[in-house]
């Protein structure tokens, strides 16, 4: 039994490591990047204690040089997915009893074991896999999955030490229960943290929980669950399944014992699966847990005070780092008439400075995006801006993939503030463009707010204080993380807790301990110390 009542480690995040020339870290990386070059894994399903093999193998390729061969994964089928349930369902009786602080001790060394030995593994697994460059996967892979571990950790002491107020004679006590049954959790491609966040915040609240990466993301996601095991997570709480998503829908949103969902991906999958669970809604012992961080279509609002060194900055940075391929990217540009020629002019500048190409080379800025598929979705959105009379390419609109899938930063002027690209997400590097009249800016707002469906993240240039609030107050809905003066990427954990409402999902915010919430079922216990043995009150004494 606990005995005591026990401080966790300071919160505080991870400082990122800068990978200068001639730096330990730099020299570590590389040498990681090489090492995972020379050699072709197998990258196995982890089920209970089991490495599944199949004979169902997948290439896996960096998106930069889709010709070399890292590996190949072990893709699992619906028996899988059955096994893999039965497994977790019965090691969730012991992990449930164990106390939170052995659970909190797994995941805080689970952050020590990235923080060092793993650092450089992770981050080349990253780079290769997922074509980031070293400092993207270091504020990513590193930095952003050990804050999350650790933070987490503090937010679950801050829930557990929530407790009701007690009248005299009686005690009252919450206790935060795990759900009744297993979470499932989908993760994307984009961020190698939250790939090991969403079934470890779960994982932490006492749940056992189905993990599912993106195939785009297995390289990675391997070296986390390698992680997971040597910081001592008892088998079968967090079972990882390499199985196409709706096989695995077909037998997760089936099974009377599913609790919850975590999931980070696109709208209309989140949509589909929302909807699939509510068809099913009268076989769940409990109603399901719903958390999704989904699509978005971010922007970025000018007001004719905004430096335009500062918005060149912000919007080259958050258009085109990480190829435009976070949920946050800035996509959507409404610059006033009186800074765009010379924004215009500094992006240019800065553009013909930036190199593209493998993240081995870490000159590199911009690498390859994901896969062929988002290529050709992404070239798609160019090719019709080229051929529109609505539009103007500013910049880029050059891609190739003989050997990588590279697409040249784009810039698009449009016309008219409904084209296209200033509506749908795209997920690569292409910034939209729409100028309006520098005196217009309350009549850009309702622009804004209306043109997506879209309301994650967002920003505002201003110097005119005025013009902030305004602005502030008007897209209060727009987005559910809002910059100031700053490109609208590259939350922090516990600093910036992320999620966006609308079509971008549930606004559950992870990084903070509103998501941590949704997986615990809270029961209320009332004690009476001193138990009434007369069912008379006093009131019904007569005068």
């Known amino acids: 039994m606990s005995i005591g009542i026990f401080k966790v480690p300071a919160a505080k995040n991870e ?41 169902n193998k997948q290439k896996v390729t960096p998106p930069h ?14 028996s899988d997915v059955t096994k893999a349930i039965n497994v977790a369902l019965d090691a969730r009786q012991k992990w449930t009893s164990l106390h939170w602080e052995q659970r909190a001790a797994i995941f805080l060394k689970a952050a020590d074991l990235i923080a060092g030995p793993y650092r450089a593994e992770l981050n080349a697994a990253t780079m290769l896999g997922q074509s980031k460059n070293a400092y993207q996967a270091e504020i990513d892979s590193a930095c952003e999955i050990i804050d999350f571990l650790r ?6 002491r801050d829930i557990y030490e929530e407790q009701p107020i007690s009248s005299d004679g009686v005690w ?13 959790a989908i993760t994307p491609f984009n961020f190698t943290a939250i790939a090991g966040n969403l079934p470890a915040a779960p994982a932490l609240m006492g749940n056992v929980v189905l993990w599912k990466p993106a195939f785009t993301q297995v390289y990675a996601a391997n070296v986390i669950m390698k992680v997971f095991k040597e910081a001592g997570l008892p088998d079968g709480v967090i079972n990882m399944i390499l199985v196409d998503g709706p096989i695995a829908g077909d037998v997760v949103f089936k099974h009377a014992d599913f609790a919850g969902i975590h999931f980070t991906g696109s709208t209309k999958v989140f949509q589909t699966i929302w909807k699939t669970i509510g068809e099913n809604i009268t076989s769940y012992k409990s109603f399901p847990r719903i958390v999704g961080e989904t699509g978005g279509k971010d922007f970025v609002l000018a007001h004719k ?42 992006m240019l500048a800065d553009l013909e400075e930036i190199k593209m190409g ?3 080379d870490f000159s590199n800025f911009v690498n390859a995006v994901i896969d062929e598929k988002s290529f ?21 609109g050059t891609y190739n993939k003989e050997k990588g899938y590279f697409i040249q930063p784009t810039i698009i002027q449009a016309f008219k503030p409904d084209y296209i690209t200033l509506c749908e997400e795209i997920f690569g590097p292409v910034l939209t463009v729409y ?18 469906p879209y309301a994650l993240t967002g920003a505002i240039f201003a110097n005119d204080r005025y013009a902030i609030q305004y602005a502030t107050d008007h897209l209060v809905n727009s987005a559910g993380n809002f910059y100031i003066n700053d490109k609208p990427t590259g939350a922090v954990v516990g600093q910036q807790p992320f999620g966006g409402a609308r079509s971008s999902g549930t606004n559950d915010k992870a990084g903070s301990v509103l998501n941590l919430l949704r997986w615990v079922s809270p029961r209320a216990i009332k004690e009476t110390l001193v138990s009434p043995k007369d069912y008379k009150y006093p009131f019904l004494a007569e005068d």
């Open 15 to 55: 400082p990122v490591k800068s990978y200068a020339p001639g730096s330990s870290e730099r020299i570590e990386l590389k040498k990681a990047l090489a090492d995972a070059r020379s050699k072709v894994i197998e990258i196995p399903q982890y089920i209970g204690g089991e490495e599944v093999f199949s004979r």
């Open 151 to 156: 933070l987490n950790v503090n937010f679950m």
């Open 305 to 346: 005070s905004a430096d335009p060194k500062a918005l060149a900055t912000g919007l080259i940075r958050g258009a085109f780092e990480y190829q435009g391929q976070k949920c946050s990217a800035a996509s959507r540009a409404y610059i006033p008439s009186n800074l765009w020629e010379e924004v215009k002019s500094l």
């Open 376 to 396: 050709d979705k992404i070239a798609s959105y160019i090719e019709g801006a080229k051929d529109s009379a609505d539009t103007e390419i500013i910049a880029g």
């Open 172 to 184: 009252n006590r919450m206790e935060y229960r795990p759900l009744e049954g297993f979470v499932f």
């Open 435 to 452: 100028i309006y009249e520098e005196d217009n800016f309350e009549q850009i707002i309702p622009v804004i707010d209306s043109t997506s």
């Open 65 to 78: 040089d889709h010709q070399h061969l890292l590996g190949y994964f072990h893709e699992g089928s619906a």
């Open 358 to 360: 493998p993240v081995e």
